[in-house]
T-cell receptor, first 110, second 115 residues
Framework: GQNIDQPTEMTATEGAIVQINCTYQTSGFNGLFWYQQHAGEAPTFLSYNVLDGLEEKGRFSSFLSRSKGYSYLLLKELQMKDSASYLC???????????FGTGTRLTVIP | GAGVSQTPSNKVTEKGKYVELRCDPI?????LYWYRQSLGQGPEFLIY????????DSGLPNDRFFAVRPEGSVSTLKIQRTERGDSAVYLCASSLGGGSGNTIYFGEGSWLTVV
């Protein structure tokens, strides 16, 4: 079977750094994705990792360890507009769809 | 178009009625996906099209749900005899190529409420 675990909710302060963790168990692995979803809106693509290591893109970075079935999304210099749900999703080998976790709802406070 | 377009954005229907939800993918994208998302949950896979054919419909919950993509572009998700449990956001997504490893891009969703 497939399973993705991520915290349900997190709160962080404007200007700070927050790390959102994701662990997964899937049938094979062909990439891990992070999406951002504001309330009432569509998920938007943030990052993609297929090899171990850190991928940096502006204020956002994503890390992957395939041997541990683990990823994290790091958000720096938090802004109020970063309040949203962050979805971890995995492609299994030969899979026909991206499998999503339930998401982490991040609230940024002043 | 520039992005994935879905209509209607909101639909309220009575229990037992028939509903159609439409999706227009990003131009040139051969793969199209339908997902369903309930409040506080992640998107749940329903069906995947590669071109005109349904390559994987294993996520459709029962035979009341059906989807088509007759010309390999626009797709319609059809729900018969709607039930209150069908209330959710129905998300359409597309990707340039099909299958594992592709980045998928979502539309804004169709919010379905069955009363």
């Amino acid at each position: 079977g497939q399973n993705i675990d991520q915290p349900t909710e997190m709160t962080a302060t404007e200007g700070a750094i927050v790390q959102i963790n994701c662990t997964y168990q899937t049938s094979g692995f062909n990439g891990l994705f992070w999406y951002q979803q504001h309330a009432g809106e569509a998920p938007t693509f943030l990052s993609y990792n297929v090899l171990d290591g850190l991928e940096e893109k502006g204020r956002f970075s994503s890390f992957l360890s395939r041997s541990k079935g683990y990823s994290y999304l790091l958000l720096k210099e938090l802004q109020m507009k970063d309040s949203a749900s962050y979805l971890c999703a995995v492609w299994g080998t030969g899979a026909n769809n991206l499998f999503f976790g339930t998401g982490t709802r991040l609230t940024v406070i002043p | 178009g520039a992005g994935v377009s879905q209509t209607p954005s909101n639909k309220v229907t009575e229990k037992g009625k028939y509903v159609e939800l439409r999706c227009d993918p990003i131009s040139g994208h051969t793969a199209l996906y339908w997902y369903r998302q309930s409040l506080g949950q992640g998107p749940e896979f329903l069906i995947y099209f590669q071109g005109t054919g349904a390559a994987d419909d294993s996520g459709l919950p029962n035979d009341r749900f059906f989807a088509v993509r007759p010309e390999g572009s626009v797709s319609t998700l059809k729900i018969q005899r709607t039930e209150r449990g069908d209330s959710a956001v129905y998300l359409c997504a597309s990707s340039l190529g099909g299958g594992s490893g592709n980045t998928i891009y979502f539309g804004e969703g169709s919010w379905l409420t069955v009363v």
